[in-house]
């Protein structure tokens, strides 16, 4: 027993004496590895990229948006004018709803009106080539205006103005005759005046000779006397006259202005109450006609066939816009860290239907940022995106409207040395609007 004591204390001190002296090449060997290890530590931390982002909403599509048609009222479709798939025009009528008209005959009223034109001095509307028009809601402004192009006609082809026109012509030319005979006999009168002046002066010497009677001289007298009284006579005959003349200006003026203010009232009768049916039409039809906007490619949803039942806000079509445009990207930012946000910043956009650890993402670069944020708070931006969705992986993506997915916007490129350096700089750098009460003691004192 006292022998395996020994022997166990003999161990023991051996076993000390290993552990207490550490062999040197594990202290070399050691410390470089230690050394290695932090060196690969600093080279990852600074090859490693921790970016600064802001994550967001994304849709992709183009500048010119697919168009949504929705129904405007509850009723029935009583026609469909296209086919799906079909390119359609700007302004093609897709499909009409139920209404009290007769949706042809609006449209054959609409082309026509659409070939006035308002400008012209005569207005001029082919009422005679229009068969009987079943027109609903729009015959009272269809009537308005019918009736005011009758008044407009008939004045232009009675001209009730004309005959008072021609009569006054006439009377103005018989005045202006009988003036100018007037003139000339009251010319003729004065020079008869100076003659029975001279024959006055003769026979007044005579009377005084004693040569003549006095009746004689009072009869060339009053010879002379009624001569002067025809020649004031003639006078107020061409004042009078020219009074007449005016008065019948006047009445001419009167008249032509008369004309031309019923003719101007009747043309603004008719261009009011055409343009109000123009108006009426247009409401019809954005009621009723579901058309489209753009030119593209029509797409069928939950509609496809007459007598189906529609209810207002109702999406019936998608028109795929048709013409080749640049894709753009479309955030919706929080407000939160959206001072960061600048132009020029990279985008990476990661697709719901193309998953990014498959496929890769999309880069873009942002192009425009809104002043002001959305009634949710949001900012909306534009994002610029090459012309082919070619990910980050190299493939290549069908491009379909309205690919949504998330957003995350790189505010700053920071490596992750940077950023470990950043989060220190911010440890051991005091904020510079901190302060403590007794400082604000001792300005107070100051």
Excluded: C
């Excluded at 395996?4 to 004496?17: A, F, P, T, W």
Aim: a neutral charge; hydrophobic letters at 35%; glycine letters at 4%.
């Amino acid at each position: 027993m006292a022998r395996k004591i020994d022997e166990i204390e003999l161990r023991s001190e051996e076993v000390q004496e290993i552990l207490s002296s550490v062999p040197n090449w594990m202290i070399r060997w050691g410390s470089l590895v230690l050394l290695l290890l932090v060196i690969m530590l600093l080279i990852m931390s600074y090859i490693i990229k921790y970016p600064d982002i802001v994550s967001s909403e994304s849709l992709i599509t183009t500048e010119i948006p697919p168009e949504k048609i929705f129904a405007k009222t509850n009723e029935k479709i009583e026609a469909i004018l296209v086919h799906d798939n079909d390119i359609v025009q700007e302004k093609t009528p897709l499909a009409i709803l139920k209404s009290n008209a007769n949706y042809k005959d609006i449209f054959l009223l609409k082309s026509i009106m659409d070939t006035i034109n308002l400008g012209s001095d005569f207005f001029h509307f082919p009422f005679d080539k229009l068969p009987i028009l079943s027109l609903g809601d729009i015959h009272t402004d269809f009537i308005l205006f019918e009736n005011n192009y009758s008044k407009y006609i008939l004045n232009k082809k009675l001209q009730p103005f004309n005959n008072e026109q021609i009569a006054n012509k006439f009377s103005m030319t018989a005045l202006q005759q009988r003036l100018s005979n007037t003139i000339t006999q009251q010319r003729h009168s004065e020079k008869e005046i100076m003659l029975k002046k001279k024959e006055m002066y003769r026979h007044q010497k005579l009377f005084d000779k004693g040569v003549i009677s006095l009746q004689e001289f009072e009869r060339k007298k009053l010879e002379f006397l009624q001569t002067e009284r025809n020649y004031e006579t003639m006078n107020i005959s061409i004042t009078q006259i020219e009074q007449a003349i005016s008065t019948l200006r006047k009445d001419t003026k009167g008249t032509e202005i008369n004309k031309t203010k019923e003719e101007i009232m009747l043309l603004q009768d008719v261009i009011h109450s055409f343009n109000q049916l123009k108006k009426s039409i247009n409401s019809w039809e954005l009621l009723y006609v579901l058309k489209s906007n753009i030119k593209g490619r029509v797409t069928f949803l939950n509609y496809w066939s007459t007598s189906q039942t529609v209810s207002s806000g109702d999406l019936i079509f998608s028109i795929i816009p048709s013409e080749s445009t640049k894709l753009i990207g479309k955030l919706k930012a929080p407000s939160q860290n959206s001072g960061k946000i600048k132009n020029g910043q990279k985008v990476n956009i990661k697709l719901e239907n193309y998953p990014h650890n498959e496929f890769g993402i999309i880069e873009g670069t942002i192009k425009k940022i809104s002043l002001l944020p959305d009634p949710e708070g949001f900012y909306l931006i534009d994002v610029s995106l090459p012309n082919k969705l070619i990910t980050s992986y190299r493939k290549e993506i069908d491009f379909k409207q309205e690919m949504k997915g998330s957003g995350e916007i790189i505010t700053e490129d920071l490596r992750l040395i940077e950023r470990f350096f950043y989060q220190f700089k911010k440890l051991v750098t005091p904020d510079r609007y901190t302060y403590t009460a007794s400082e604000d003691d001792k300005e107070d004192k100051v």
